[in-house]
């Protein structure tokens, strides 16, 4: 299976860190806000990537990546506290297996998507390991709302930043995902009543994106359909 490839919008973001690991002064922490409707979970995933990658560029098609390609890697530990229910027993749990030895002799990595979610507790659990990490271990969190965040994992952890989306490369981006005819003005047409977020955009024309829920359609313009609401907010 090989790697997925990189959303334009987190291209900046990646680059940043590529830099940072190739002067070898990449933070054991990042922290990074996740929005709706913009696919970041994949950003984790990919940061991950880079520091698995046997080429560290996440484009290998190396083991490593192959692994993550299939969210199987065994030296990635993974939380979706967006979509289960996640306690401080199981915070304390991740903590216990970051410090075990590695299957492979590469970077221990713990990805939290959602954390903010969790409760005070589990996340004074979480800050234990924050302030004393294992040796070779990272941590990737991402929010959907910083200010649920305590404030002593702020000051402990790098921020990851989203840089701007020029509008023209994420219509160039829509037109390629879509396969039409359409010219990416008109797709602009259709992006802008879904506020310019990707998978608002794709849902109604692209079948592989119906496990995503929660999504109304109205017939109303060209092409008989666009998209008037989004994924309710976690």
């Given at each position: 299976?090989?790697?997925?490839?990189?959303?334009?919008?987190?291209?900046?973001?990646?680059?940043?860190?590529?830099?940072?690991?190739?002067?070898?002064?990449?933070?054991?922490?990042?922290?990074?806000?996740?929005?709706?409707?913009?696919?970041?979970?994949?950003?984790?995933?990919?940061?991950?990537?880079?520091?698995?990658?046997?080429?560290?560029?996440?484009?290998?098609?190396c083991?490593?990546?192959?692994?993550?390609?299939?969210?199987?890697?065994?030296?990635?530990?993974?939380?979706?506290?967006?979509?289960?229910?996640?306690?401080?027993?199981?915070?304390?749990?991740?903590?216990?297996?970051?410090?075990?030895?590695?299957?492979?002799?590469?970077?221990?990595?713990?990805?939290?998507?959602?954390?903010?979610?969790?409760?005070?507790?589990?996340?004074?659990?979480?800050?234990?390991?924050?302030?004393?990490p294992?040796?070779?271990?990272?941590?990737?969190?991402?929010?959907?709302?910083?200010?649920?965040?305590?404030?002593?994992?702020?000051?402990?952890?790098?921020?990851?930043?989203?840089?701007?989306?020029?509008q023209?490369?994420?219509?160039?981006?829509?037109?390629?995902?879509?396969?039409?005819?359409?010219?990416?003005?008109?797709?602009?047409?259709?992006a802008?009543?879904?506020?310019?977020?990707?998978?608002?955009?794709?849902?109604?024309?692209?079948a592989?994106?119906?496990?995503?829920?929660?999504?109304?359609?109205?017939?109303?313009?060209?092409?008989?359909?666009?998209?008037?609401?989004?994924?309710?907010?976690?």
């Open positions: 299976m090989k790697a997925q490839a990189v959303y334009p919008w987190h291209r900046s973001a990646l680059q940043h860190i590529k830099t940072q690991l190739g002067e070898d002064r990449l933070p054991h922490a990042l922290l990074y806000r996740q929005r709706n409707d913009y696919f970041d979970t994949a950003l984790g995933w990919q940061v991950a990537q880079l520091l698995l990658c046997e080429a560290k560029n996440g484009q290998d098609n083991h490593h990546c192959r692994l993550l390609a299939e969210k199987s890697h065994p030296n990635v530990l993974f939380l979706d506290v967006f979509n289960k229910k996640i306690g401080i027993d199981d915070v304390r749990d991740l903590e216990q297996q970051m410090w075990q030895t590695s299957v492979f002799d590469k970077a221990k990595i713990a990805y939290i998507s959602g954390m903010d979610l969790l409760s005070i507790g589990a996340q004074n659990a979480l800050l234990k390991t924050l302030e004393e294992p040796k070779n271990a990272f941590f990737i969190l991402s929010v959907s709302n910083l200010s649920r965040v305590l404030p002593t994992i702020i000051s402990r952890v790098q921020r990851l930043r989203h840089g701007r989306l020029e023209h490369t994420l219509l160039h981006w829509l037109q390629a995902q879509l396969n039409t005819t359409m010219t990416e003005a008109e797709i602009g047409k259709i802008k009543l879904a506020d310019f977020a990707p998978l608002r955009i794709l849902w109604p024309v692209n592989r994106l119906q496990r995503w829920q929660r999504l109304w359609i109205i017939p109303k313009v060209r092409h008989n359909w666009h998209v008037i609401a989004a994924i309710p907010k976690v």
